[in-house]
């Protein structure tokens, strides 16, 4: 089965050959473009292909697909948002995902945004760096006693839970799941007026969807303690940036730490360092010392990759076989 990877960084490429070497069948080809309107013609002649989270695989790139003969896409990724499902059902075409991948390194990488903007170490390294050991404007506060809110308490909320608790923290939880093992831990679920009302620190863990699409904005933001954290290592969509800007300004934010952003597919997963980024939204977001964003590296570890391949390559070999894969999102 040939399958045209897209979106293919070197590390992809290394991870996804070493866990194929027993997969006979399968023959990669690798694209380092991304999948869209433009670039959906590097798919004819392949049978499968494989993307990431911020491929635009629409309904006319579905129609694309499904002409060149194209029965599966695999996503090398648990979020399905930027993929029209509809329209793949409709063209015959299965897509499957990889849905827990890095629950641990996403939940990780949600306390290290929060230690940094707490302890503000990205303003101390730089300053030490420059030759300034001053202490005065890092002051920083205890994460024990804390209130954390996680809204969205999957795999990933769950760990990040667990990870708060070790810290002494007080967890309230939103989910319209509750999940039993938070609540053995000592987690209490409730409603998001009062998370929103209680929690010092405010983590998004919860998929985007129509109602969770600008979760965090000026009416919701409005209902929270002034200074609140807001931390989000989800969807870039589940934040209305502008309406976090106007809060960041008035001081309804008093932190805010970000490894996705809702027009990210402009920006992340490329080396703009020699580029003016024309997202006036973004780069004044920047510009505040309480900000701190990284590139959705949230995954990036080395367990999360192999883990991202070896799934990614069992959910080829089981289409290719015609075998059942609960990984598959349009049954």
Do not use: W
Not at 53 to 59: C, G, M, P
Not at 135 to 147: V, W
């Amino acid at each position: 089965m040939k399958v045209a990877i897209f979106s293919c960084k070197p590390y992809d490429r290394r991870t996804l050959e070493h866990f194929s070497q027993t997969s006979k069948e399968l023959e990669f080809s690798f694209f380092e473009s991304r999948l869209s309107q433009e670039t959906m013609t590097l798919a004819s002649g392949f049978d499968a292909i494989c993307c990431f989270v911020n491929d635009d695989v629409n309904n006319n790139v579905i129609r694309y697909l499904a002409k060149q003969g194209i029965t599966a896409i695999a996503l090398r990724c648990a979020g399905f948002n930027n993929v029209d499902l509809s329209a793949a059902k409709a063209a015959g075409i299965k897509v499957y995902h990889v849905p827990d991948y890095s629950p641990t390194s996403v939940a990780e990488h949600a306390l290290a945004l929060i230690m940094t903007l707490t302890r503000k170490t990205h303003i101390a390294y730089q300053r030490v760096k420059a030759g300034n050991f001053a202490l005065e404007g890092l002051l920083g506060f205890n994460l024990q006693n804390k209130t954390v809110g996680c809204i969205g308490t999957g795999r990933i909320g769950q760990a990040f839970c667990r990870i708060m608790k070790g810290f002494g923290c007080n967890v309230l939880c939103y989910d319209v799941s509750p999940n039993e093992a938070l609540i053995d831990l000592g987690c209490q679920y409730t409603d998001l007026e009062t998370l929103y009302k209680k929690s010092d620190i405010i983590s998004l863990h919860c998929p985007l969807n129509a109602s969770t699409h600008h979760l965090i904005n000026g009416k919701s933001l409005n209902k929270m303690k002034d200074g609140v954290m807001i931390i989000n290592t989800s969807r870039g969509a589940l934040v209305n940036a502008q309406e976090a800007i106007d809060a960041l300004y008035s001081g309804k934010i008093g932190y805010l730490g970000m490894d996705v952003y809702e027009q990210e597919n402009r920006i992340f997963f490329e080396d703009m360092s020699s580029h003016i980024i024309q997202d006036s939204v973004f780069q004044l977001m920047l510009t505040f010392p309480n900000v701190v964003v990284t590139g959705h590296q949230g995954f990036f570890t080395q367990e999360a990759l192999d883990h991202i391949a070896i799934t990614t390559v069992d959910n080829l070999n089981k289409h290719r076989k015609a075998e059942d894969c609960q990984r598959l999102l349009n049954p």
